[in-house]
């Protein structure tokens, strides 16, 4: 919906509406995010607390400060893999069927062993 289609159902929302949270009921109502909620009820002539933007705002940028350093975590966490398309059955995965299952050159064919396998766990069967 449209910001002036919106501001105009709005109108005749506002004095419909009985909750108290005035803001988030628009949000939800219009599908809209709580920062446009307050400009455009703003907009329409309702109050709304400088208080409470400023808290919705740093809410916004402390979420986005958390993801960024979560993205970070798990780019710290992924390792450099010297082998990142092969498996123990398969020396180097072409891709997938369609049900998941690889496909592509398997080390028996190549007559070697995966090279993280070493002599002791073949001695010990697995």
């Not at 993205?71 to 966490?77: N, S, Y």
Request: proline share 5%; glycine share 8%.
């Amino acid at each position: 919906m449209k910001r002036e289609a919106r501001l105009r159902s709005a109108k005749k929302w506002i004095p419909q509406y009985e909750g108290k949270k005035i803001v988030r009921g628009y949000a939800k109502w219009y599908d809209v995010d709580l920062l446009c909620a307050i400009i455009e009820l703003r907009m329409l002539g309702v109050h709304v607390d400088q208080i409470y933007e400023a808290n919705v705002r740093r809410s916004i940028e402390t979420k986005t400060k958390q993801r960024k350093q979560r993205r970070l975590a798990r780019k710290e966490v992924e390792y450099d893999d010297p082998y990142p398309d092969s498996d123990e059955t398969y020396a180097y995965i072409a891709g997938y069927t369609s049900w998941g299952f690889p496909y592509g050159v398997t080390w028996e064919e190549i007559g070697e062993e995966p090279p993280w396998i070493n002599d002791e766990d073949l001695e010990q069967g697995g």
